[in-house]
């Protein structure tokens, strides 16, 4: 059974899920936009028996408190320091992490300050290299070089039931896969008082990213972590390349080519979900028992 959890960091209530039995190996998950800890809900359980499984929800997403703009920096640095504290506060100092896209910036930034945290990791459309990026990115890269009002709002579609809708259908195979709750849960999160504003704030941010690019790649070949990698080839914001990329640092990372689009769990649960019990006992359990 899935618990819903909260707890405090620097003041912040930051909700979580977490299943399984905590003598089982740990599996943090780290989603994205437009999404919360929800996006996780049928992985979690599917997960629960084999693994001691927690997901979070960012500040200003989903149940956890949402500071004001105005006084709290919607930076990806200043999220990563929240959910290491987090991370703290629920004693996880050891774990395999899921990172799916704003779970690969706020991931890196926690592995390179803690590499000694790192177990092994899951990636799935969270790019970190400057290839792979899609034409959806164009008004991103517009309002990095002008913030301006008129930049902001070509975003405002992104925040919109409709647009939230097209991220979640893009791409897929079987959009009947698809619940509407999560778009209609997304929806109603973005129309609390500033959450578009956070919004914008984390994809004006989000320019801050692509210097981090090449330490973080440095970091995956110095440390070669066992990598499992899920990208879902139609994904409205990270194409194909992204996925690729990775195998330059990490060759012996397995990648699994996914028929669908950002959120690849949605209509790819049983392959992603049955991949990563067979690849943690084969390459990372086993390697653990050996040593």
Known sequence: MTLFKETKVDGLSV????????SHPRLVLLGGFPASSHQF???IPALADRFHVVAPDYPGFGNSDMP?????PYTFDRLSEVIEGWLRQIGFDHFGLYMQDYGGPVGFRILTRHPEWMEWLVLQNSNAYEVGFTGAWDGLRQLWKD?????EAALLPFLGLDGIRMVYQHGHREPTRISPDNWNMDFRFMERPNA???NLDLFYDYRNNVPHYPEWQAFLRRHRPSTLIFWGQNDI???PEGGEAYLADLPDAELHRLDTGHFAIEDSLEEIAGNIR???DEK????????
């Open 41 to 43: 809900r049928d992985l």
């Open 147 to 151: 913030r301006s009002v008129e930049a």
């Open 15 to 22: 909700f979580y899920r977490e299943a399984g039995d905590p």
């Open 284 to 291: 990372v359990g086993a390697r653990a028992a050996v040593r």
């Open 278 to 280: 067979r690849f943690y």
């Open 68 to 72: 004001d703009p105005a006084t709290f």
């Open 196 to 198: 578009r504003r956070v």
């Open 237 to 239: 914001f990270f194409g």
